[in-house]
């Protein structure tokens, strides 16, 4: 494990009764950085949020934050704060009042607490907000009072539980980038909670992607997207074409594959310990992989049937039929090519270079 | 007839029932006040004339004082520790899984509907069995037992409309149980809690079967009355304070539905975006 670790999370595991939340979940979260957890409904990741706020405390293993380990904190006592999917805005209270809430104990003087609200509530672009009650405000509104909330005690670390998932889409994406900005305007570290993929890659340094209550792997969005670990996560994240196979021959660098519809090929051994006779998957992006009436001079080709085709504005999807398999193969291709309409197009050629392959162990 | 929908057309009905239940149910009432303004002491037609004398008398009678302030005592203490037992147990009922839950809710439930001559005796023998000397203390313990019920079921509801979320986000903000109680649970309940105290005020004020086992020397405001019922000469009085109570009864019934209403709107109306 990196020494370089804020949060690390050893060996937790979550059981409530005898179903298991979480099983044996090991990461690191490094300080200032915005990681993400994402995964499918289910998987554990309010658990593992609730576990770091001290909502709950872990079945086994321990969190250290900081170097400490915090297991017996209680919430109140930790120096991490939360905004909750419901927002969990205090209705009673005015916007101000809602924002101030954490500072009873600070014992400020009220100038200097009016300041830090201002600052606030300017920070969450609501300046002229403060005397609303909850019930009049916006979706929107009451996520960024949940966050002024939360950051005007300086926490070490934000948790945010699907924040942006009641918004509607040009919300979410105006608060996506505003989330951004203000992680980085304040340096906290995140911890931020979502199903979807695209706000994940868009919004994070490094995510984590869950499953059944363990993270399948933990990395940065663009090496999620190149270099998954396996089928799961290529299937998670983004669209993937993915052909059966079998290694014929490794060496630690390339590996042979004996592949259906595509014959033999020699691939990168991406994630690297595949040995001969090993069932295998050969994934490919299907916007790496482009279309031609002719052969290519380079690269790996391989003759199909334009089955269907969805037109999209900048890009075209197509479906193509090959011999061998049963699914038809994606393809993704920017519209500054040729567009294909489907009764015309009949054959054409599909290559994609050496890099675009990854082989996945089944 | 023509062109009524049938909305319209059934509303008839409805109508005269309602005029009918409200005759049936105030008729009755409506001849206290009138009675007690009848310059008479028997209570029968045609009436003699105004008069004012017996609110006079009946302000004038130290006897009665003393039981008011009797029942004003014994109702506000009920009022605040049914109440508080009721905070508790909403609170436990509505946030905890229990083993037992059911049948514990229902057991807290059951004084509800034990019938009040059978808790009167109950309590009344128990006491006399601890050598508890018999006295308001005796009357407000039973009138706990009868309240505390209606204060759980009036708070329950508030309770469950309290997101579990707010008290967890203010664990998150720094606050301990008790300043999360303080600064979130209380106000957020507040008009429920309100309720609960003006209802659980109201039954034991009026409450006269365990209060009449219960009572020692000091007699509450409903036994009060019911002795005087024995001489007719003042019955008349009788009237007049009933009257009184009524009117305070309404007034107090109005404030609660007016706070209730108020606390509801503040909580549960529907988020406006602009
Ligand atoms: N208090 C609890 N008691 C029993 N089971 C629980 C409890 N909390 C969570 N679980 C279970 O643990 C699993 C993980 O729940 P969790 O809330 O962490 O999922 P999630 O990844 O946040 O899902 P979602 O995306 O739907 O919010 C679920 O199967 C859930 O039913
Ligand atoms: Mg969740």
């Known amino acids: 494990m990196t020494q370089d670790a804020y949060i690390r999370i050893e060996n937790v595991t979550k059981r409530f009764g005898s179903f298991t939340a979480l099983g044996d979940v090991s990461m690191d979260i490094r300080e200032g950085e915005f990681f993400s957890l994402l995964g499918a409904s289910g998987c554990g990741k309010t658990t593992l949020l609730r576990l ?30 939360m905004v909750f999917q419901s927002y969990a805005i205090f209705p009673h209270l005015d916007v101000r009042d809602n924002i101030a809430y954490g500072l009873r104990k600070r014992k400020l003087p009220k100038a200097r607490r009016d300041e830090m609200v201002d600052e606030m509530l300017h920070l969450i672009k609501l300046p002229d907000y403060g005397d609303r009650r909850a019930n009049q405000l916006s979706g929107g509104q009451r996520q960024r009072v949940a966050l002024a909330r939360a950051l005007i005690l300086r926490p070490k670390v934000l948790l945010l539980d699907e924040p ?38 868009t919004l994070s340094d490094r995510m984590a ?68 006779g090993q069932r295998v998957a050969l994934a490919i992006r299907p916007e790496k ?9 380079r690269g790996h080709a391989v003759r199909g049937r334009i089955q269907n085709a969805a037109y999209l504005g900048e890009r075209s999807h197509y479906y193509v039929q090959l011999d061998g398999i049963e699914a038809p193969v994606a393809v993704s291709a920017n519209n500054s090519a040729p567009v294909r309409h489907v009764p015309e197009a009949g054959e054409v050629w599909l290559s994609w270079p050496d890099e675009a392959m990854r082989v996945l162990a089944e | ?31 206290l006040p ?47 520790i049914s109440t508080a037992l009721g905070v508790f147990a909403a609170k436990a009922i509505t946030r905890y899984r229990l083993p037992g839950q059911g049948p514990l809710v229902g057991f807290m439930m059951l004084p509800l509907v034990v019938p009040l001559i059978i808790l009167g005796v109950a309590i009344l ?27 759980i079921a009036t708070l329950i509801p508030r309770f469950e409309g309290l997101d579990p979320s707010l008290e967890e986000a203010s664990a998150d903000l720094g606050e301990n149980i008790w300043w999360t109680f303080w600064r979130v649970t ?38 009060y009355i019911w002795n005087q019922l024995r001489f007719p000469r003042e019955l008349p009085k009788v009237l007049a304070l009933a009257s009184v109570i009524l009117l305070v009864s309404f007034v107090v019934v109005f404030l609660s539905l007016w706070l209730t209403n108020r606390g509801n709107r503040t909580l549960v109306q529907p988020g406006k975006d602009q």
């Open chain 1, 52 to 81: 770091l706020a001290g909502f709950e405390s872990p079945t086994e293993g321990e969190i250290y934050l900081d170097g400490d380990p915090i297991s017996g904190v209680p919430p109140n006592h930790r120096p991490v704060n």
């Open chain 2, 1 to 31: 007839m023509k062109g009524d929908s049938y909305i319209d057309r059934s509303s008839r009905t409805l109508t005269l029932y309602a005029v009918l239940f409200l005759i049936v149910l105030y008729l009755p009432i409506l001849f």
């Open chain 2, 186 to 223: 209380f106000p957020v309940v507040y008009p429920g809690i309100i309720a609960s105290l003006l209802l659980t005020f109201t039954i034991s004020f009026d409450e006269f079967i365990v209060a009449f086992f219960l009572a020692g020397t000091e007699q509450t405001l409903p036994i």
């Open chain 1, 164 to 201: 942006l998932g009641a918004l509607d889409k040009n919300l979410r994406e105006q608060m996506q980038l505003e989330l951004r900005q203000i992680q980085r305007t304040v340096g906290i570290t995140f911890v931020f909670v979502t199903h979807d993929q695209e706000e994940a890659l």
């Open chain 1, 209 to 276: 992607v869950m499953a059944r209550g363990k993270p399948l792997q933990i990395d940065t969005p663009e090496a999620l997207y190149e270099r998954p670990a396996n089928r799961e996560v290529a299937e998670f994240i983004g669209s993937m074409n993915f052909f059966e196979g079998r290694v014929t021959q490794a060496d630690g660098q390339g590996v042979d594959l004996d592949v259906a519809a595509l014959g033999r090929i020699a691939a990168p051994d991406g994630a690297g310990g595949l040995s001969p």
């Open chain 1, 289 to 297: 992989i482009a279309l031609s009436d002719t052969r290519p001079e």
């Open chain 2, 34 to 80: 009138l009675f007690s303004f009848n310059d008479s002491i028997y209570i029968a037609f045609p009436l003699q004339g105004f008069t004012t004398a017996w609110y006079a008398q009946m302000w004038e009678n130290p006897q009665m004082w003393a039981a008011l302030g009797n029942s004003v005592k014994v109702g506000m203490a009920t009022a605040v």
């Open chain 2, 125 to 151: 023998i128990l006491m006399s069995r601890l050598g508890v000397p018999l006295s308001l203390y005796t009357v407000t313990l039973g009138h706990l037992l009868i309240c505390t019920p209606f204060a």
